[in-house]
């Protein structure tokens, strides 16, 4: 305490004897300063793990498979077909242009059949074949990476059926085996079987082997019918005709056998 002393005119004084530190006055606690304003990293960090979430992929996938089907009802690349192939090009250049143009119908939803048809009349057996099969191949492997990137994660809590479940383990535990199946015997569409497969664990590699080598027989069928339709009384013509109905009556047998396999399973 200062010690005080009284004058006449009533004012009090200090004392000389307070010291320095008598007179200090002791610091106050710094007080926390609160904001209510998130870091900029925190939401950005919320806003990148919304986008990347499993729903919002998938509802990204939803979205490209929309916007492609209908590109293709509103650019009709059939008439392409119609018209002609563009006259500057010709040979090996038209033939992957158009395996590129194939594979990108294929995830439109465009039946392969149809395609496959046009490859024999544009480009001849031999040649139709190949860009056919190419573009099977690169079809089924845009179809198969966009479902395993950006549907996989969403889809697989859903397999709870009892026969989707057996559809997804067999597809995992035997993936070559049931894709060559599902290649080789027509009835299972084309973008079906590339979705579950990409929704199932099957590998990369097993997908596209199998893909490769059971789209052989269906895909060179339609070609050479594509080739030959304009004598369609010649023996090719009638081979091919074959080959195309005998594989679509076994595969509706194979599939009414193996569904009844997969309820018992």
């Given at each position: 305490?200062?010690?005080?002393?009284?004058?006449?005119?009533?004012?009090?004084?200090?004392?000389?004897?307070?010291?320095?530190?008598?007179?200090?006055?002791?610091?106050?606690?710094?007080?926390?300063?609160?904001t209510s304003v998130a870091a900029p990293g925190g939401l950005a960090a919320r806003c990148t793990s919304v986008l990347?979430?499993?729903?919002?992929?998938?509802?990204?996938?939803?979205?490209?498979?929309?916007a492609a089907a209908s590109s293709v009802l509103l650019f009709e690349p059939q008439k392409l077909l119609a018209d002609?192939?563009?006259?500057?090009?010709?040979?090996?250049?038209?033939?992957?242009?158009?395996?590129?143009?194939?594979?990108?119908?294929?995830?439109?939803?465009?039946?392969?059949?149809?395609?496959?048809l046009a490859a024999g009349a544009l480009f001849g057996t031999q040649w139709g074949t190949t860009a056919s099969l190419?573009?099977?191949?690169?079809?089924?492997?845009?179809?198969?990476?966009?479902?395993?990137?950006?549907?996989?994660?969403?889809?697989?809590?859903?397999?709870?059926?009892?026969?989707?479940?057996?559809?997804?383990?067999?597809?995992?535990?035997?993936?070559?085996?049931?894709?060559?199946?599902?290649?080789?015997?027509?009835?299972?569409?084309?973008?079906?079987?590339?979705?579950?497969?990409?929704?199932?664990?099957?590998?990369?590699?097993?997908?596209?082997?199998?893909?490769?080598?059971?789209?052989?027989?269906?895909?060179?069928?339609?070609?050479?019918?594509?080739?030959?339709?304009?004598?369609?009384?010649?023996?090719?013509?009638?081979?091919?005709?074959?080959?195309?109905?005998?594989?679509?009556?076994?595969?509706?047998?194979?599939?009414?056998?193996?569904?009844?396999?997969?309820?018992?399973?």
């Open positions: 305490m200062l010690d005080a002393t009284t004058h006449s005119g009533g004012t009090a004084t200090a004392s000389p004897r307070a010291t320095a530190t008598e007179l200090a006055v002791p610091a106050l606690a710094p007080v926390p300063v609160t990347l979430s499993p729903w919002s992929r998938f509802a990204l996938l939803v979205v490209l498979l929309a002609g192939w563009p006259p500057q090009l010709g040979g090996v250049s038209a033939a992957a242009v158009f395996a590129v143009a194939y594979g990108l119908c294929t995830v439109a939803f465009v039946p392969r059949p149809l395609l496959n190419a573009g099977t191949v690169l079809g089924a492997g845009i179809a198969f990476g966009l479902g395993r990137l950006l549907g996989q994660d969403a889809l697989r809590p859903l397999l709870r059926g009892r026969l989707l479940k057996a559809a997804d383990g067999q597809l995992s535990r035997h993936g070559m085996r049931s894709m060559l199946a599902a290649r080789l015997f027509p009835g299972v569409p084309f973008w079906a079987a590339n979705y579950c497969a990409a929704v199932s664990r099957m590998g990369w590699v097993s997908f596209l082997v199998a893909t490769a080598l059971g789209s052989i027989p269906n895909t060179a069928a339609y070609v050479v019918a594509g080739a030959r339709a304009s004598s369609p009384t010649s023996p090719a013509f009638l081979i091919a005709m074959a080959c195309i109905a005998l594989p679509a009556v076994g595969g509706a047998a194979v599939a009414w056998r193996k569904r009844h396999h997969l309820r018992r399973a």
